[in-house]
C-alpha cells in the first residue's frame, strides 16, 4: 500500500481518466496498455473485451472503421464525477461525451456512464474494469 493520501489518489485516477479520453483521440491503440491492467475488462453494451490485448485490438478496430481516432473528426469529452478509494483500490464514475463531425458543427453520437474499477499497480493506478452505459 502507499502512503499517497486519498486526495492525491484523487487527483491521480482523474487524470487517468482524461489521459484515457485522450488516447482514445490522439494516441495510438497501444497507448491503452499504459491505462488498463492486463487482465482489465471492458463493456459496452453486450461486447466485452477481456484482457489488455482484446482491449488494444478493439482500439485498432474502430481506427481501421474510422470511428474514432485521428484523423475521424471525433472527440471524447470525459467528466468524472465521483471518485473513490479505498487503500489501493477505487471505483469512479463519470459521464461522457462522443463527438462526431468536430471539424464543423459537432453532433453528439453517444452520451453515456463510465463506471470503474481501478487498482493501484507498481506504475500506478490502471483500470481494472470499465463499464460503458449509453444514456
Known amino acids: 500500500m502507499s502512503?499517497?493520501?486519498p486526495e492525491h489518489d484523487d487527483v491521480l485516477i482523474r487524470a487517468l481518466i482524461?489521459?484515457?479520453a485522450y488516447l482514445a483521440d490522439e494516441g495510438t491503440p497501444d497507448d491503452y496498455r499504459?491505462?488498463?491492467?492486463h487482465d482489465a475488462t471492458w463493456t459496452?453494451?453486450?461486447?466485452?473485451?477481456?484482457?489488455a490485448d482484446e482491449i488494444v485490438a478493439a482500439a485498432r478496430r474502430r481506427?481501421?472503421?474510422?470511428?474514432?481516432?485521428?484523423?475521424?473528426?471525433t472527440r471524447h469529452l470525459v467528466v468524472p464525477l465521483h471518485v473513490t478509494v479505498e487503500g489501493d483500490t477505487a471505483?469512479?464514475?463519470?459521464?461522457f461525451l462522443f463527438f462526431g463531425?468536430?471539424?464543423?458543427?459537432p453532433v453528439v453520437r453517444v452520451f453515456g456512464v463510465y463506471t470503474d474499477e481501478l487498482t493501484r499497480t507498481a506504475e500506478g493506478w490502471r483500470i481494472r474494469r470499465r463499464v460503458s452505459r449509453a444514456g
Open 63 to 73: 481506427r481501421a472503421e474510422g470511428t474514432s481516432g485521428p484523423g475521424t473528426a
Open 101 to 105: 463531425d468536430t471539424t464543423s458543427t
Open 34 to 37: 499504459s491505462l488498463y491492467t
Open 44 to 51: 459496452f453494451g453486450s461486447d466485452t473485451q477481456t484482457g
Open 3 to 5: 502512503d499517497a493520501s
Open 18 to 20: 482524461g489521459r484515457a
Open 91 to 95: 471505483t469512479a464514475v463519470s459521464y
